[in-house]
């Protein structure tokens, strides 16, 4: 499946483990994120140090050119945490990687992949709950701190945390009606009714250019989705899917326990 589905996307993937190597993925990362010299997503003496030490570091090359590359190291209980993914966008070379570090960890008797990333980027929470099959296990408030580049600059850095478990049938969102607790008008959060079983949670469409076009509207956004959907998770709500409109699909706790 891995081998496959890089094919479909005319790349190669392998594990990375010379020092060249890496500073293509750190220029790589740069030119995705271009960040802020102190705030890189990864360093090349930490890939060194996880190479070195069993964790996962691998690219994938068109060519000899390197398009895509993926950063993560062993987690307790028996994990592997994806630290950063980045490849070009709209051509299968994220998923192609996430399905190489998926067999990777089975051939290493690892169950599970967990990550984190922003809640506010529709694109991102479809690709890893609906077509990876992840779930949120917790939602944290400004996880990283103010980050410093051309993608989050100014905003605060929540995140979801992920995991992916390779070993368990996943959740599926349980039939309609639900209730909608954070809705959409004019790209404008809308609060709602968050007392249902099964809630829904809006995301802005694209949260990257409203955030540079209209920074109020992207914070105001950040705390609706902070407030709604990390209230229904700190109560004990589970995120078990998302919708074609772009919308977290919640249960509650009481929910669950009726079923």
């Given amino acids: ?41 990864v360093s090349v003496e930490l890939m060194i140090g996880f190479a070195h030490t069993g ?3 691998a690219g994938a090359y068109e060519g000899e050119r390197l398009v895509g590359a993926s950063v993560g190291f062993l987690a307790a209980g028996g994990a592997l945490h994806s630290h950063v ?14 399905l190489h570090q998926r067999a990777w960890c089975l051939e290493h008797d690892l ?9 506010l980027v529709r694109r991102n929470a479809r690709f890893n709950l609906v077509k990876l099959g992840a779930r949120p296990t917790g939602y944290a408030e400004n996880f990283y701190g103010v980050m410093a580049d051309a993608i989050n600059e ?33 790209e404008q959060p809308v609060r709602g009714r968050a007392d249902g079983p099964v809630t829904l949670v809006a995301t802005p469409r694209d949260i990257e250019t409203l955030r540079r076009r209209d920074p109020g509207a992207g914070k105001a956004w950040r705390l609706a989705v902070r407030d709604v959907l990390g209230g229904l998770m700190r109560e004990g709500g589970s ?10 699909v919640v249960t509650t706790r009481q929910s669950r326990q009726s079923q």
């Fill in 111 to 119: 169950a599970r992949i967990t990550w984190t990333f922003d809640p």
């Fill in 1 to 41: 499946m891995a081998e496959e589905a890089a094919q479909r996307t005319g790349v190669t993937i392998r594990e990375l483990h010379r020092i060249p190597e890496f500073r293509d993925v750190h220029r790589l990362f740069d030119d995705i994120w271009h960040p802020d010299p102190a705030n890189a997503p």
């Fill in 55 to 57: 964790g996962y570091v």
């Fill in 154 to 186: 100014g905003d605060e850095s929540d995140r979801l945390l992920m995991a992916w478990r390779l070993d368990e049938d996943l959740e599926q969102p349980p039939p309609p009606p639900y209730t909608v607790a954070l809705g959409v008008d004019d």
């Fill in 239 to 248: 995120v078990v899917g998302f919708t074609d409109a772009g919308e977290y």
């Fill in 85 to 98: 993914t980045g490849a070009a966008i709209g051509r299968g070379i994220g998923y192609a990687l996430k």
